[in-house]
């Protein structure tokens, strides 16, 4: 099995140690409840990283990473955050390529050791780097329960949380650290080749060998579109950018930069109808389908990057919190990661639809982690 091709069936290593709680879950409703003092909901690089801070201040923070269920896979919610889906990760600071193989046997608890073995020796994939941090947050105390938060009460202090379980927890702070999921296109040819040749994150996978010198597919016709295939231009031999309709819904000064790009060409009233490749190889070409009439063609490439948009993960979070019209938590003072609600906190790409990167993810889970801990001493608690 590749790295992030999670099945609940095939899950094996890669979660192995996730399933089994770092501690089972308290039951809240047989003895008095003591608030925790920071709750954190959510498992990605925010998340730990927010962990991190806040152990090492003495917060006992309490990590809700997340269930392992078929709906958190189809929705691309697992535990260990969306970075558990990828394989490379070269942009991380602090990670080169190299052999990373003794490392995780000394830094990793035993029942994750197996990740020496399937480590490629070419540097930290995602779930390996996810798993660092994991590690990290718990060697310093954080408690972590495998379970999904599914509704909040910020209306009164302590706030009250309830897991899809039950049960109920209550905290002085809470950092929500939920992220954001890639909108994808539904096909099954898709599922089959992602992290095989297609992607989400030009930034993120752009520079892989896979795709250097070879022709690229982008999905999408708004800014974040163009920006993608603008980008994949420094290091594909051509980008073919893929778009429902006759103009772009990019700004005029997107579009214009797409359509002067010489290794950019629009794809004009097309749809991709398949993602094309082989087992051994992975993505070799996508087959478009005319948007105006019943005409299809191939076009060979050596990877698709879908550009359609991010989906925060805030629904549960519908009505406590102000959000932004894409539904992403807005940070209510200037550079703090302050919510609507004193006390609440966000980080990560759920409050984020601009950088989305594993490192501005971590650097706001440590200030989420700072806020929370001054807001806590100036509350005495």
Partial sequence: MRFGEFTLAAAGPIISGIAQLERPPPNYTEAPQVPEHVVIVGSGPA???AAIYAARANLSPVVFEGAVTEENRQNGTMPLGQLALTTEVENFPGFPAGDLSAYFKTSLAEEHHYLADMHKKEGVSGPELMHLMRQQATNFGTKVITDDIVEVDFSSRPFKLTSSQGETVEAHAVIIATGAKANYLGLDSEEMYKNRGVSACAVCDGALPRFRNKPLIVVGGGDSAVEEADYLSKYASMVHLIHRRDTLRASKIMADRA????K??????SEVEEVLGTENDGVNGVRLKSTVDDSTRELEA?????????TPNTRFLEGKLEMTDKNYLKWTVPFRTNTSVEGVFAA?????DYYRQAITAAGTGCMAALDAERWLAKEGL
């Fill in 264 to 269: 950019i060409t629009i794809e004009w009233n």
């Fill in 348 to 352: 990560g790409d759920v409050s984020d």
């Fill in 47 to 49: 998340g730990w990283t």
């Fill in 302 to 310: 050596g990877g698709m990057f879908v550009a359609i948009g991010h």
């Fill in 259 to 262: 359509e002067k790009n010489p």
